[in-house]
């Protein structure tokens, strides 16, 4: 079958910039399908003895004539490997060709390259949460590239749909060997959405030519989101701990559930972010660690009864927090003890508050979903569906009311027809 890849090799001269060189430097300039690079055949050579047009050097000095030879070898090497690629069906792009010539292109765009380039890039714009979850994601990559290919790194041009399908599969197929569980289906699809927005980058910076996941199609299962029921949270206040570190977590767990921080914001909240609002309250002041998205809630009395409790509090003074936070594995393993104490059988976690405060503390007392989306800092009210789940007892409240209406329409009618 005839290849519908374009090749060329052209060779140019170089002269070095703000240097009073007398010599300029030889490249081999490869192009393949439109894109070109350029390799140093580290061969110097007087610009006046170089032909531009014909890519050699002038004349029938000895030193012309070996340039010329060694330019023709080059030539040949390089087309060779071309063909050779063609003829083992490997990826043909521009970086394989040059990579094949020099056994290794340091210019070549790998994709360890792309996620040192990527995570240089984010360090400054992702939150450090953020930041850890790609790094995960990164080093799946690895364990697949090792497992698989026998390879440490890859081209990027070796990107392809076969290659998504194969790390789909190993993902779902891997074992952990230390504690953790194997990862389900939403696991698995967020660590090809963060694979997949590496390789935006990549394109957007025009280092790889095709979209491996042109016709990829991600699938995320429909997740129940928990939350704390009205009954659940006024056990959960009402509950006496005698030991300080659950009593501690308890408090912070409930101010989250009333103010919908998230834990990594909970954790950096200081006194500065308490201030008087519009309405002469207090009000929380903030921005999301995650999105750096401005926050503005009002301060409702049971988190303000909970925040009093600890302005003389020694650790949190010392941190210049309002509480006084521990690491977010610690506190989740205590609220484990705090559930068992008191008899929920959800998994509580900070994630758990934030969805109550969305579905029980506002919605479900008629606060409406766009001043909800607003005080959980989203940029879009589709995010806060996902949180706000409409309870079954909201929605008998609101059909009650509308029955009543109709009802009192079907009065006023009644009496007018007769009247």
């Known amino acids: 079958m005839k290849s519908t890849n374009t090749f060329?090799?052209?060779?140019?001269?170089?002269?070095?910039?703000?240097?009073?060189?007398?010599?300029a430097t030889v490249y081999a300039r490869i192009t393949v399908n439109g894109r070109r690079s350029e390799i140093s055949l580290k061969k110097k050579i007087d610009p006046k003895f170089w032909d531009e047009a014909k890519g050699r050097a002038k004349g029938k000095r000895d030193?012309?004539?070996?340039?010329?030879?060694?330019?023709?070898?080059?030539?040949?090497?390089?087309?060779?490997?071309?063909?050779?690629?063609?003829?083992?069906?490997?990826?043909?792009?521009?970086?394989?060709?040059?990579?094949l010539f020099t056994g290794h292109d340091e210019d070549a765009v790998t994709i360890k390259k792309l996620f040192e380039y990527h995570n240089q890039e984010a360090a400054y714009k992702l939150a450090p949460g953020t930041m850890k979850n790609y790094g995960t994601t990164q080093r799946y990559i690895?364990?697949?590239?090792?497992?698989?290919?026998?390879?440490?790194?890859?081209?990027?041009?070796e990107l392809t749909y076969r290659f998504l399908l194969d790390f789909e599969s190993y993902l779902r197929s891997y074992v952990p060997k230390d504690h953790q569980q194997r990862l389900h289906n939403n696991g698995i699809m967020k660590h090809i959405e963060r694979l997949r927005k590496m390789v935006n980058l990549a394109i957007k910076l025009d280092w790889l030519e095709k979209d491996p996941f042109a016709n990829f199609k991600k699938h995320f299962d429909k997740v129940e989101r928990q939350c704390l029921t009205s009954e659940e949270l006024s056990l959960l206040e009402k509950k006496v701990f005698k030991i300080e570190r659950l009593k501690n977590v308890r408090d912070m767990f409930l101010f989250c559930c009333y103010t919908g921080l998230a834990f990594i914001d909970l954790a950096g909240l200081t006194p500065d972010n308490i201030v008087t609002g519009i309405d002469g309250g207090l009000w929380l002041y903030t921005s999301r660690a995650k999105t750096d998205t401005s926050v503005r809630v009002p301060i409702l009395p049971q988190a303000k009864r909970i925040m009093d409790q600890y302005k003389d509090n020694p650790k949190a003074q010392s941190s210049g927090t309002v509480f006084p936070v521990l690491s977010n594995q610690r506190m989740n393993g205590y609220l484990k003890e705090i559930a068992d104490i008191c008899n929920i059988s959800k998994k509580l976690t900070f994630h758990i508050a934030r969805h109550t405060f969305a579905t029980t503390v506002t919605l479900s007392n008629g606060v409406p979903i766009e001043s909800v989306s607003r005080m959980l800092g989203h940029t879009s009210i589709r995010t806060t569906q996902l949180y706000a789940k409409v309870l079954e007892k909201k929605v008998s409240e609101d059909m009650g009311r509308l029955k009543q209406r109709l009802c009192g329409n079907e009065a006023d009618n009644l009496a007018i027809a007769q009247s």
């Open 8 to 23: 060329g090799i052209q060779f140019i001269i170089r002269i070095p910039k703000n240097e009073k060189a007398t010599e």
């Open 63 to 99: 030193e012309s004539a070996g340039l010329n030879n060694y330019i023709e070898r080059i030539r040949s090497i390089i087309a060779d490997g071309y063909h050779n690629l063609i003829q083992e069906r490997k990826p043909i792009n521009v970086d394989s060709v040059k990579a």
């Open 142 to 157: 690895g364990k697949f590239l090792r497992d698989k290919y026998h390879r440490h790194d890859i081209l990027l041009s």
